[in-house]
């Protein structure tokens, strides 16, 4: 299988053991993810960030493939048995096609508004692992340890440590591929990074030789590669995922469906509410065929039919979604940010005075991300001469971003009490 | 407003003419434009073609914005009744982020589907001219005549030719627009050409002076940006727009439309049809407010509806569609493509013997385009020295292309009938 | 060594078998091509044309590396002995690498200015054979052979055809290479292919079974990737190595090489000038190391010498040449260019009179080139079903192209003959 | 005039303002930057890195040209007095195209070299102002007071701040090509940033009433702009000018030069000196003329030629530069870079043992640079609600940067001492 994507150029998928790949493409909860925007309501803010979770499953996937050829490369300082087979190839190929195949619609936001809704990564394990669904009767057909060794890779466990973090880690496949689309689709040129460059800085660092050694980055070449990726995701996260226009309309919809989950439990009828919904609404678990029946325009078929629910903040919610007059936001700085009760409090007052129910129309928003913390995956810097370095030590940038968090908070409101609370606010 | 932008990078309308575009962008029917691909079911083969007729609205106005910063750098050569004026130029930035206002779901398809249909070119104009309707609101607010001169506009007419042309002909702001979003969507590099170099290139050429004068090309500079343009789009006919998984899936589906339209006016009922398709079906005109509650979600929700139906042949082909069991190709060379009566007659009596309704399950598909036409509204060549020439004059490949038109046949059927036919077909 | 490519981002020759490209780097010879810009004079017209015929080196050695290892997923359909060996693909990497070392300065403008000197394949394979020059040396430490196997591939020729033809053919590393890097060092974007679509569109044709098999093109993918590389060809061709200043800039130091030559044949002295030229104007053939003294800052230390000659038509020339008041064209269409005598002698005509030697300060340049010759070394398309087919039997675009001819006829003249020329030939 | 530009695509210098770019390009001052390489010797690590300070020039004053046109659609909120009128336009493109003009061969080597001679900055200013000279008189032609004006801007200084500082500044137009410039050349991808995005993110902040505003960002849209083209800046410096080799060959022709300055200043004859180092070596000032003779050719030449010196330091260091044996480094880490006097003496007794000049084959490199420093000059970022900031409180990455510096301290040192300088150093 050939296939043309945007940001990687051409996609081939053709060897021996990278045919799972096109064979899993074909079941239908991989399809599923074609209908599931990677961005959720991101294309508000950025008219193109409409790629989809399908697209970068198969983008991590030839990722993995460049990083498997890589470690080819490299493979041959370590024993026989710590080697990439061609078995472990395929299993990692897999992992990387399949490690997000249980998401939900509309990116995070369904999940979170749900708390008793089981995350995705339950639902990967479950897709993966169910003996009657496509997914584990494509992976099992010639190696019936298959599905088990690919759950735990997309878990980031395996026998071999550096290639289950390459499916989930610091430096992942994953991340590899999303930053990159994500920046491709959203028009952001700072996500951008070099991919073949920090595929060459790749060496084998040093470890339990009980076990295969983790990957690390090599000193003389990579150390660039390693930062610019690091500040690409800082990039991403200050220019695109911390959006406020995103970030409001996530607000927005979260209330709405939990809203909507609270009159589903109350026993209210809405129209149009996926049964995966209501299942969770009463607590209970969805079954899997319940929950693959789920995909964003499931969702959006949903608030558009709640637009006539009895409930009069809940018909508002969707109203104000679909003609897109989003919350606006105000965002606080140094001791408001700190201790963002007062505004709250004043802000809410505000909106209680306007007739609004002060809990749904004002809400606080703390979008928080540490863009490089050196904990103990964090892969090390080798070079031929003196020992193994960390990041921070030997990384101008890096030792001046280890540990630091990244913080927006922000007031997010319906747009007729933003004037009002700014005053209210102003000193 | 500022956006970002993945193909033009950034879209800025500041300018006081410019601010028609939020104001048109806030409206339901552009923003409608939100839930319909550009590309139809092209992310069927190429997984990258998410983008949106939104995004491409957009697109379209910023470049007819870079066109009138480039015709006011040449009007000085103009009387002053013929040059860019305010108030056109915010004629034609509405113009350009209109021309497709009226676009059914899934591209091209639908319309195609119901002969009783009014194309969409009849829909954008009824949308612009409808006076309870939001656009034209907007249009007509600081100026009662602006609706019907961008309507005028959109169809490639109104007082400056050079203006109109620019919306609607050879070398138009949406070609301009299109190509390069598609190509970057696609990840097909092939239709990517230099949108500066075409810019700077153009001049004004001769013309009745009674009228603006046409728009030519300097000849000196400007010839390879216009060949480039043309080649682009070859290339993208041959790669994309004619690819041969897009149009097997565009042929089931539009098979699927005619026949659910069949059903629904024989009375069948059908869940989940749209209610403009049910009112065609009846050969009656829909209502603009029914016409616009169509969107791509609609359609693929009514297919899956379809699924289930009594029509044995319409369920089929909804459940083939939904699990992607998509139908083949055989392309046609020479005699087989000149006359390829013979082949579908052969290809069909397959289907009969199988069992399958021929009609339906064998198709012929003929894809045609001619990249290169010389006729009136081409522009020509200008240049210091010597009179205007007619570009198949002047350039190599152009005078090869001119006129020479781009066809494939092919036959299309179901999956399972491709090696039988194959055979039957074998001389 | 890794090394940063403009073009093709990053440049990694890490394997036993590309050891041989940093050993050769090191040698005198591969050096001196820093010294010599890959597009001779044309940054007179394009700023950015800087490039060097050592970075072109470089970056076939890269596309050879990339090309071989393509090569090697397809061998598997070969017998043992046609498949890419080692020892082979050292072979093919170092005459990638050497395909240019003769070249002499100015690309071909020395070589063409002197008759008697040989060219510049001659000198590339002198420096190939010399058993006491550090190429030859570097080549044949580990095998005696490699040196005239070597030389065999910088010709065209060698056991393997569809190796040989990569190194020197329609479709070969040299091409791929100099198009990319031409198109991004001149800002030209029409230069630009698909280089990886390219390489995973090759396949093995069908050949004499004695011998291997040519290589071939894929038609269901690879047909626009070929299209598109003759396409960039074409586009550079009318764009940057026919220009008019570029061209017309050749010729004035065409005419002052051959002027000093002729001097210097004479027995008048010249400062500065090249050895090699001293004694290739004798009609001797300058011995290796004179050759290899040459590069174009030496050419261009004497023509700045020779400002000062006592041939005052000489000094003027380089005069010209230094303070870049370069030579003008005229082109000539339709009957003239058919038959360009008549416009050659008007503006000799117009030369004597103004007492300029008509010769020099009037020249004729027909510049031409076939975009695509069907001949036989061009490859075949091949499919699983039917039979391999000509490309212009396939494609829309070069079965309109073959064999047609672009040329571009000027008179280059004294800029003060232009407008005295340009009237006496108007009619 | 339009050319094609690598960097920027198309450079157009065709307003009635801009008239004055071509003019000024054929001047010979400006053509002589042709000669001269923007990187040095950087080319002998980053084989791409050829371009010229011709380029850069051309480049600068295209950004210059934009920057314009952003200035024009902001100066409505300024006092008539302090907008950018035609002739302040046509000032800034004149200074833009002519920043460098004075500069010496081989980047600022040349002038590092040699104490005594001023630097490019003086011979700029000389060159603007010498009124016989070429430059003077195509600025003088229609303003007598344009040479001055502009030789102002030059050096950062001008009626308005806000054009001065564009020229020469934090954030200037120079440093917006040169980034842009050299990271294209050098293939080095993180030294883009997003020129769009940072134009339309400039504001005119507040300042003294009596003079024009200071330029400023808008916080909402530009920071992460402003941010990006300081960090490309700290991966330029990291990457490629702080690049050992590059830095390691520039010690050595620094050495060379400046022995031979010293041979020369003691009477002993050197071949092919160039006339302004013997001027120089004898402590006197050369002339304009003598300046203007200097470019990279004239260098190389001389280092060619001394490797016949009779000095055998000096002969045998030409000899290695003209080898490519260049020196090679150790870097200094922890206590050794805080006191590397140590390092250097141990080396140097190697050095000394070895019989090597310990001076001359052991050198200490200290390369410093402060990637952003927040003194006056620095923007700040103004929005609409609450008072401008700084960009350190503002900006995450920023305030984490702000005055730190990036520090190397290598050993540069002959090759064959490399091993034993590393043994006599390790602990």
Chains 1, 2, 3, 4 share one sequence.
Not at 42 to 55: I, K, N, Q, Y
Not at 114 to 143: C, K
Not at 400 to 423: D, F, N, Q, W
């Amino acid at each position: 299988m050939i296939l043309r994507d945007p940001v990687h150029g051409l996609l081939a998928f053709e060897s021996e053991e990278s045919r799972c790949v096109p064979r899993l493409l074909q079941t239908e909860p991989v399809q599923r993810l074609r209908r599931i925007k990677q961005l959720g309501v991101t294309s508000l803010a950025f008219p193109g960030a409409e790629h989809t979770r399908f697209a970068h499953a198969l983008g991590t996937a030839h990722v993995m493939q460049r990083l498997l050829a890589r470690l080819r490369e490299l493979h041959d300082e370590l024993p026989y048995w710590q080697r990439v087979t061609s078995e472990r190839a395929e299993d990692a190929l897999s992992a990387a096609l399949l490690h997000d195949v249980g998401h939900g619609p509309l990116s995070h936001l369904f999940e979170s508004a749900l708390p008793a809704l089981p995350h995705h990564e339950h639902w990967s394990t479950e897709i993966l692992l169910e003996p009657s669904g496509p997914v584990f009767q494509a992976l099992s057909r010639a190696d019936a340890g298959r599905p088990m060794r690919v759950a735990e890779l997309v878990n980031g466990r395996g026998e071999l440590p550096y290639l289950a973090r390459a499916v989930s880690g610091v430096l992942d496949v994953d991340r590899c591929d999303y930053l990159l689309r994500d920046a491709h689709a959203t028009g952001v040129r700072y996500g951008a990074f070099d991919l073949d460059w920090l595929l060459q800085s790749l060496r084998f660092g040093e470890g339990d030789p009980a076990v295969a050694p983790p990957l690390a980055i090599d000193g003389a070449k990579g150390l660039v590669a390693i930062e610019e990726f690091l500040l690409a995701r800082l990039f991403m996260f200050q220019q695109v995922y911390f959006h406020k226009s995103t970030r409001a309309a996530e607000r927005m919809i979260k209330s709405a469906l939990a809203l909507g989950a609270s009159c589903l439990a109350d026993g209210v009828a809405l129209d149009d509410s996926p049964r995966a919904l209501a299942v969770a609404a009463r607590g209970d678990r969805p079954s899997l065929g319940e929950y693959l029946e789920l995909d964003d325009a499931v969702v959006w078929q949903a608030l558009r039919a709640w637009e006539r629910a009895s409930h009069p903040v809940l018909a508002d919610l969707c109203r104000r979604i679909r003609s897109r007059s989003l919350y606006k936001t105000i965002e606080l700085f140094d001791e408001d940010a700190a201790r963002p009760e007062r505004a709250v409090d004043v802000a809410r007052d505000v909106a209680r005075a306007a007739g609004l129910d002060p809990e749904v129309y004002v809400q606080l928003d703390v979008a928080e991300d540490t863009p490089f913390s050196e904990d103990a995956a964090a892969p090390v810097v080798v070079s031929p001469h003196g020992p193994p370095r960390r990041l921070s030590e030997v990384s101008f940038l890096l030792g001046r971003l280890a540990g630091e968090t990244l913080s927006k908070t922000r007031l997010v409101l319906a747009p007729e009490l933003r004037e009002p609370v700014r005053r209210a606010l102003a000193p």
